[in-house]
């Protein structure tokens, strides 16, 4: 199985890990940062209130299998990183209903090299 891990911040400089497991989603990533595509480099997908080693600074990482990358997302699915985190528990309900996040402001970085 493929696998590839990426970053993305916010406004306010925090990063973000997350790892890809399609071969696709892995080519659109580094498609994102080579500057091919200059739309869709926001990025979406359902967390799970786990820590992750690859993810220490945050308590919760995102199911590689829903991540997607957007130009433009619902309102509901919208929160700071940092919010996420200060409210997982409430996450998946009326805040993240369904467990999606989708920082408007996110913004694919890098990708990460493990080793």
Not at 42 to 50: M, T, Y
Not at 106 to 112: K, Q
Request: charged share 30%.
């Amino acid at each position: 199985m493929a696998e590839a891990y990426f970053a993305l911040t916010q406004y306010q400089g925090q990063e973000f890990i997350f790892k890809l497991t399609d071969e696709d989603r892995i080519a659109e990533a580094r498609k994102i940062l080579s500057g091919g595509e200059k739309n869709k480099v926001h990025v979406h997908g359902r967390i799970i209130k786990r820590k992750e080693p690859y993810n220490p600074a945050w308590d919760f990482h995102l199911d590689p299998s829903t991540i997607n990358f957007f130009e433009i997302a619902i309102e509901v699915c919208d929160a700071n990183m940092q919010y996420v985190e200060d409210h997982l528990d409430e996450a998946g309900g009326a805040f993240l209903p369904g467990g999606h996040w989708c920082p408007w402001d996110s913004r694919l970085t890098r990708e990460v090299k493990r080793g």
